[in-house]
Nanobody, 119 residues
Framework: QVQLVESGGDSVQPGGSLRLSCAFS????????MGWYRQAPGKQRELVVG???????NYADSAEGRFTISRDNVKKTIDLQMNSLKPEDTAVYYC?????????????WGQGTQVTVSS
């Protein structure tokens, strides 16, 4: 059974930092691309940063230079370090794991963790 469990969401002031963590089980990082997405109220879910099975990363422009993704292959966690947070970073953050199975994409999602940036 695949499980993705996020933690670390909180309320912080602008300019602050947070570290989100996603503990995954039932999948292997060797065969799944993983990443963090977010969804703000009234907006579509968007990619924040992805990390492929080979370790290469892909940051959204909004995250570049402020956020850092890391993967611990022993602990089976994907962390997202977020610095210099802005009010527009406020959203529910979701951990994702996906891979291609033939012609279709298999996606797994965590339950999400709320990040609120406000003064």
């Amino acid at each position: 059974q695949v499980q993705l469990v996020e933690s670390g969401g909180d309320s912080v002031q602008p300019g602050g930092s947070l570290r989100l963590s996603c503990a995954f089980s039932g999948i292997s990082y060797r065969t799944y691309d993983m990443g963090w997405y977010r969804q703000a109220p009234g907006k579509q879910r968007e990619l924040v940063v992805g990390i492929s099975s080979d370790g290469s990363t892909n940051y959204a422009d909004s995250a570049e230079g402020r956020f850092t993704i890391s993967r611990d292959n022993v602990k089976k966690t994907i962390d997202l370090q977020m610095n210099s947070l802005k009010p527009e970073d406020t959203a529910v953050y979701y951990c994702n794991a996906k891979k291609m199975l033939g012609w279709r994409t298999v996606n797994y999602w965590g339950q999400g963790t709320q990040v609120t940036v406000s003064s």
